[in-house]
């Protein structure tokens, strides 16, 4: 029995890339406010734009939650100095969101270093670069949600590609259930793994659900990046991985993360947020 | 060890695919007897144009192995009658291969049925497709190589998507060394999965590695489908999964198979293959 959403948009939460073509921070704010959505996730660019002190201030007075910032992550460099920046971002990316009261900051893990062919020294980066910003992640009660990315992104973007490999990070970094390390499911990324229900059970048994991410995936899909469908109009079972991520325990909302250069961000932006709700209802 | 490419161009094959919009099968036999490449695997499209009985006899005489036959599959349909007309394509695909001495016939299991969304449906038509074809490819002394495609592929066009997958089918329905199905394993669609190494060696145990196929990732990909970079170009460690390939006791060719609209299709096709042979002979 999955949650029921026929009538819901407390549980829906925009995340601002959704809408990323057309509207500022302050004006996903409004957005929400105006079509009852619950929550907001927030890229980093436009929270900068908005700074996160006023950001925080006015997301708190629209009474909307904050179901991630995205994003930090991006560990591997190919020097010690690219390390370090990518450590202190990161810190940033931890102080920005406790300042806006975000339920969890979204780990983008990284891919491979410039010039570097070796997928598994990467991912000991990834590793080592999560066990240190762990530390100041708890100290800010920020917890950190690693977010298996699809395998087409495994190069550039993130080489944390499967549910078991970011549950495996979790075992190894943070093993007690108040560890502050987590994990993030979005549908888009993990909708093809034989290993999801396991490992959907697995991070539910340890409490390390911290969010849960919809759209669909296109039939064709035209761009590796910025072709992400609209919930319903592709070939993911939503409801059926909702299903099994609700019975692994998570309570959290449900979040709309859709890049689309050629559909979604070219159409009038409250158009978008009704479409949403409409398919939260149905479909999700 | 790897084995010492630096001076083959026996152990190289040729898929038609890498000079498709170049070449007919017989200019393939010719361009790779003039360039002394050992082997050549036909994509079907050639071959019925140039007629399986012909062709091979132009591979006999011209000396050439044939790594592959691509591709018998696309096994899930939404209706009995689809799935039947798969069976009886995969029979003359198993009949085809025997005919031109193939080494196997490469399986590109197929992704979801139109307008389903139950990927694991999908994937238990597969399984029964395989199964039903087995004994036809038995009797036809014909191996059948499931090749895992890369997840991105999930839908449209093979829902085996790691290497674990297609090991695991080969453990269910041809449990013996000479069951006649094994895997063929193309760095392009594997060179992500954590889990490589380790199925590699489960694949090599079992003696059921019967393909090797390379090309490379590019970044960025500009295209799914139909972007995929010579050997070298990429950011695949070619070298260290071949040589986890041949320590798992694989002795076959090396086939390249780039698809490549925008590039290697628009180039000379003799300087392609001596391109093939420049890299097989560095970076493979």
């Not at 809408?19 to 929400?32: H, N, P, R, Y």
């Not at 979604?264 to 949403?276: K, Q």
Request: net charge negative.
């Amino acid at each position: 029995m999955v949650r029921d959403f026929s009538n819901d948009t407390a549980l829906l939460s925009l995340n601002t890339a959704t809408v990323s073509a057309q509207w500022t921070l302050e004006q996903c704010i409004d957005g929400c406010v105006r079509h009852c959505i619950g929550g907001i996730a927030p890229w980093r660019d436009k929270l900068d734009e908005c700074g996160a002190v006023r950001a925080a201030r006015l997301i708190r007075e629209a009474g909307l939650r904050v179901t991630g910032l995205c994003r930090g992550g991006m560990f591997p460099a190919a020097t010690p100095a690219g390390r370090q920046a990518a450590f202190d971002d990161n810190r940033r990316a931890v102080d920005d969101a406790a300042t806006i009261g975000a339920e969890c900051l979204i780990l983008v893990v990284g891919g491979l270093p410039e010039g570097s062919k070796d997928i598994a020294g990467a991912r000991m980066q990834v590793r080592d670069g999560i066990a240190a910003l762990l530390e100041h992640a708890r100290a800010a009660g920020m917890p950190l949600a690693i977010e298996p990315l699809h395998p087409m992104y495994a190069a550039d973007r993130a080489c944390v590609n499967t549910l078991q490999q970011a549950n495996d990070l979790c075992d190894a970094l943070a093993p007690d259930a108040d560890g502050g390390l987590g994990v993030a499911i979005d549908v888009y990324h993990v909708w093809w793994d034989p290993e999801l229900k396991v490992e959907i059970c697995r991070a539910g048994e340890a409490g390390r659900i911290l969010g849960f991410h919809v759209c669909d995936w296109l039939v064709p899909t035209a761009d590796l990046l910025l072709d992400r469908g609209m919930m319903g109009d592709g070939v993911i079972d939503i409801r059926k991985i909702r299903g099994g991520v609700e019975a692994a325990g998570y309570g959290g909302a449900s979040e709309v993360e859709i890049f689309s250069k050629e559909n979604w961000w070219r159409r009038d932006a409250d158009e978008v947020l009704e479409t949403c709700i409409a398919r939260h209802q149905t479909v999700v």
